[in-house]
């Protein structure tokens, strides 16, 4: 859970908890820009400090057939 903290009650960035969140799936690279510039502005607008975005790319699974 993240938590937002004014001014006032703002801990050290050593002490704030770190929340990590992994997205998996068939990225090109303009999606993944896409997603983000989304992860930017829901920060933002939330007002939690966003450190970090990282990208990896996955190995390609084979698609199934239909």
């Known amino acids: 859970m993240a ?36 992860l930017t502005r829901v920060a933002a607008r939330f007002g939690l400090d966003l450190t970090e975005i990282r990208i990896e790319s996955a190995p390609r699974r084979p698609r199934r057939s239909a």
Do not use: I, P, Q
Request: hydrophobic letters at 40%.
């Open 3 to 38: 938590t937002v903290l004014d001014g006032a009650t703002m801990a050290t960035r050593s002490d704030m908890e770190r929340e990590v969140f992994e997205v998996e799936g068939d990225l090109d690279r303009l999606t993944a820009e896409a997603l983000t510039l989304e």
